[in-house]
């Protein structure tokens, strides 16, 4: 897919970041795999505010993770990001924990579209 495809990775997930199934989304994760923070709401509205951040600068081409094209960010692929390299607080470690799990759990969310075929489907 090209950067400017409007049906890309990063323009998908900017066009659901808005809605209210984003944030349940993300919550359902932060709750599902364990996240030091995922009752404090205040961190769940931050983040996916900072998720949207990262998609809008993946959406013009910066690069976060390595490997992961920035047309391929996602918001799985962003909040992962935001945590992983939380080191810096009091829950650094444990919220890198919870990234490691997400990651784990999830592998598809790091992957570039073009690395996908259809002929792997059985």
């Known amino acids: 897919m090209s950067s400017d495809d409007p049906f890309n990775s990063v323009e998908r ?44 600068a993946s959406s013009s081409g910066e690069v976060f993770i390595e490997g992961l094209l920035a047309q391929d960010m996602n918001l799985v692929s962003a909040a ?20 490691d799990r997400l990651r784990r759990a999830i592998p598809s969310c790091f992957v570039n579209e073009d690395e996908f075929h259809d002929d792997d489907v059985v």
């Open 13 to 56: 997930s900017l066009q659901f970041v808005g809605a209210f199934e984003a944030e349940l989304l993300l919550e359902l994760m932060l709750r599902h795999w364990g996240h030091p923070c995922a009752n404090d709401r205040a961190f769940r509205n931050d983040l996916l505010e900072t998720v949207s951040e990262i998609l809008i």
């Open 80 to 99: 992962w990001f935001i945590e992983k390299t939380a080191i810096n607080d009091a829950d650094g470690e444990l919220r890198a924990e919870w990234a």
